[in-house]
């Protein structure tokens, strides 16, 4: 292929193949080749790193597993768009390389062939090796599909761990597997068949990288609550908070907390809203806008300061109003805007962000009302017996997960569009950012019971694995799919690619993912999906319903 860059990591990757010349996300060619060189890096680490544990020599610092983290998940989709902050991130990997492989020559640990990963000061020479060492790279399309379906669950693996340690949170095991498939999928004699395995045991540390990160969030903030969120603006000036990181959002309030301005989350920070220890701060106020991809006019009618804690980022038109006044920090970047490092204690400084919030005009008003939220897993089991009730009564038929994540394209209408005709006695149970499709509208309730149960972000798709779990114990069931529970998953980026491969570990089969299967499956890879889990993509709303239903 005679490509610029090739892509086919999200859902809304060009004609579902691969973005060859431009990223439908907005990334260019150059940026595209730097991710591509960064996760070579991490690849050469993540090889080093095993080689070495299997000798027994475990490094006794954090660097190393800290920078695959970190470079993982600024490739993630949307997430990093600054060149300087990647090729920053490269040349840090290559100073830690250096040292690992002289290391392993010290121990006498062989290491494995790969491409050399140079860097001389010319960084168009570097770029012109991009391609050799990116998806293509490989030329067996299933075991290529094999390794980067392993690749993508990695980074939504590493994205909920960084999460997690941040709060204090650290697991080294997390970190040992990571490296173990690394060095898999950096072998160039792999096969189909040493592949498959890894795939699976990546779906198992998904789901404990979840159960980690459900441990963080819980003992740093409470068990969500049921929570009723205003989605209207206040009177005063305000501060945006997008992405998915608590803590920041946490060391945010603090810092704001009597400074005349208010907090408004936004996208996946919406849950922030759920935690009692956060709830607490009265200028906390509300959610302002919708998912991600609503952004670009969403935050130029906001009016105040933008803080991007995470993906997912819009790069913004050339003339848009907001452009200087939106702030990244940890894994994300964007080219002009100001990025907030935290000091060597973790703390990070949001004064400038405060004092500008304080020369704004207040948010315009977008809309009106509240949003209910909060139930995770200990809330819903608190409700077990009013739920067991009602499904053995009748009152409730059936329960569609449909978390995941949402789009810009307008075939993702359906999600909308099948949570109006779903039947009045089925419950959605939702996670992500998935649930802007359905979260305003008026479904009503059964029995006191939401038909909208939202669990949190993409990552609380854990939540509904334990409730899964917890159902298929009280109703006495030998197999997790014998219970009332459909799954109908909407997906955009690799986050959702590791809580579909959690899914698969714990035993789901028949899920069903759309917009469109991804482009990353192989036709024979998609095949063995379908006949080993029953995976399937979505078709017609009417024709779907039926299907789940039985009908």
């Not at 860059?5 to 996300?25: D, H, I, L, W, Y």
């Not at 690799?494 to 917009?515: D, R």
Request: with cysteine; aromatic share 8%.
């Amino acid at each position: 292929m005679n490509n610029e860059m090739f892509c086919f990591q999200c859902q809304e990757t060009a004609k579902n193949s691969g973005c060859t010349m431009r990223g439908v996300c907005g990334k260019m060619p150059q940026t595209a080749g730097l991710q591509d060189l960064l996760i070579a890096v991490v690849r050469a680490h993540g090889s080093i790193d095993h080689l070495m544990r299997e000798r027994g020599v475990v490094c006794q610092c954090t660097c190393v597993g800290d920078f695959m983290v970190d470079a993982l998940f600024a490739t993630i989709s949307c997430a990093n768009f600054d060149d300087e902050a990647l090729m920053q991130k490269i040349e840090h990997g290559l100073e830690l390389l250096a040292r690992r492989t002289a290391k392993c020559k010290e121990l006498g640990v062989a290491l494995p062939e790969w491409p050399e990963i140079t860097y001389t000061g010319n960084r168009d020479t570097f770029l012109a090796d991009s391609l050799t060492f990116g998806i293509l790279r490989t030329q067996d399309p299933d075991v290529r599909s094999l390794k980067e379906l392993t690749t993508l669950g990695l980074k939504g693996l590493c994205a909920y761990y960084e999460h997690a340690a941040r709060l204090g949170q650290t697991d080294d095991t997390i970190i040992a597997y990571l490296s173990k498939a690394l060095y898999h999928i950096t072998d160039p004699d792999a096969t189909v068949d040493s592949l498959l395995p890894i795939v699976l045991e990546t779906g198992k540390w998904g789901v404990n990288v979840m159960a980690l990160l459900d441990k963080a969030n819980t003992t740093a903030y409470g068990n969500p609550e049921i929570s009723r969120v205003s989605i209207g603006a206040h009177g005063r000036p305000g501060i945006l908070v997008s992405g998915h990181d608590l803590k920041d959002l946490e060391q945010l309030l603090k810092q704001s907390e009597g400074q005349g301005v208010d907090i408004y989350t936004h996208g996946e920070m919406l849950p922030a809203h759920y935690y009692p220890e956060l709830k607490k701060y009265k200028h906390l106020v509300g959610n302002y806008g919708n998912a991600w991809w609503r952004q670009k006019e969403e935050f130029a009618s906001f009016n105040g300061p933008i803080v991007f804690t995470t993906n997912c980022i819009v790069p913004p038109a050339p003339d848009a109003n907001y452009a200087h006044r939106v702030f990244t920090t940890n894994s994300t970047g964007f080219p002009g805007w100001k990025h907030i490092v935290a000091n060597e204690q973790g703390v990070k400084d949001f004064s400038e962000v405060i004092a500008l919030a304080k020369t704004c005009q207040p948010p315009t008003s977008i809309e009106q009302g509240e949003i209910v939220g909060g139930f995770a897993h200990a809330q819903v089991f608190a409700l077990a017996d009013k739920i067991v009730d009602a499904v053995k009564s009748g009152a409730i038929r059936r329960f569609f997960v449909m978390s995941g994540c949402d789009g810009r394209m307008k075939s993702r209408s359906y999600y909308e569009d099948f949570a109006k005709a779903l039947p009045k006695d089925c419950v959605i149970l939702t996670s992500g950012c998935a649930k802007y499709k359905y979260n305003k509208l008026n479904l009503g309730d059964i029995g006191g019971i939401p038909r909208v149960l939202d669990a949190g972000q993409c990552n609380d798709s854990y939540s509904w694995a334990l409730v899964a779990l917890k159902l298929k114990e009280i109703f006495g069931c030998q197999d997790i799919n014998d219970l009332p529970i459909s799954f109908n998953i909407a997906w955009y980026e690799q986050k959702a690619v590791i809580v579909l491969l959690a899914l698969l570990h714990l035993g789901v089969k028949n899920i069903h993912i759309g917009p469109t299967l991804p482009a990353f499956l192989s036709e024979n890879v998609t095949k063995l999906l379908v006949e080993q889990f029953g995976l399937a993509g979505i078709t017609t709303v009417e024709d779907d319903i039926r299907l789940f239903l039985g009908e």
